[in-house]
């Protein structure tokens, strides 16, 4: 039997101990400080578009047409920033609506209140005498014409907004054409215009009845309108082939 001993020296297993000691204080801290400085810099690459629609934000003004940046439109962020643009268009589209309805009112209605307020002030005016029932009955059907138009803007109000969608039915637009030529005859007389039909075809049509006669009551109060005194107004009603 034989006995192997082998001696060796602690000095050396110490000094390499103590050596992995001093490196792991050292590198520690400067992996730390490293991973802080690396994870500040992704996160705030991150963020950054989120800082840009932050400001884009608070720059956005009623009808000015500011939109959010959108850099990455495929990831989660730049979805989220297509859906709120395209909410912005959808919201400037009502204020549009909304401004160009209060323009046609003020300018639709402005002449015949004006109308109505000169007559009542004239009759006022002057001591009570039979000539107060013709301006009563010329301020009611001022009022009358007034209150027809109000019905309309109110009603292509709610069709730009959508909710005057009706019951549509089979109706025939030449008979419509028929019905409101009828009714503008004495306007075209007064105004000086020809109201003439030149053709009449059968024309079905799929439509909202009420909204269609008032299209044309429209169309018939523009013509009459805005065609000089002696000119001529033809309507026709064909289908197309």
Do not use: C, K
């Not at 989220?80 to 919201?91: H, S, Y």
């Not at 089979?170 to 039909?197: I, Q, T």
């Amino acid at each position: 039997g034989w006995t192997v001993r082998i001696t060796a020296a602690e000095s050396e297993t110490r000094r390499l101990r103590d050596a992995m000691a001093r490196l792991a204080a050292i590198s520690l801290p400067s992996i730390l400080v490293f991973a802080v400085v690396v994870g500040w810099f992704v996160t705030g690459r991150a963020l950054r578009p989120v800082g840009l629609m932050a400001e884009a934000t608070a720059q956005i003004a009623p009808g000015a047409g500011t939109r959010l940046p959108v850099e990455h439109p495929d990831d989660e962020l730049g979805r989220l920033g297509g859906r709120f643009n395209a909410l912005l268009d959808r919201l400037d589209d009502a204020l549009a609506q909304q401004r160009r309805f209060i323009a046609d009112a003020e300018h639709e209605l402005r002449t015949p209140v004006a109308r109505v307020r000169m007559r009542v002030e004239a009759a006022l005016a002057q001591p009570p005498g039979p000539r107060d029932r013709d301006a009563l009955e010329q301020a009611d059907v001022e009022l009358r014409a007034t209150s027809s138009l109000l019905d309309e803007l109110l009603l292509l109000a709610r069709a730009d907004a959508g909710a005057a969608q009706g019951p549509r039915e089979r109706v025939f637009l030449d008979d419509l054409a028929m019905d409101a030529v009828g009714g503008w005859r004495s306007d075209a007389a007064r105004a000086g215009v020809s109201l003439s039909v030149d053709v009449m075809e059968e024309t079905p049509v799929l439509a909202d009845r009420t909204l269609l006669a008032r299209l044309l009551g429209i169309l018939l109060d523009n013509a009459i309108r805005y065609t000089p005194s002696g000119g001529r107004v033809r309507v026709r009603a064909y289908a197309l082939s």
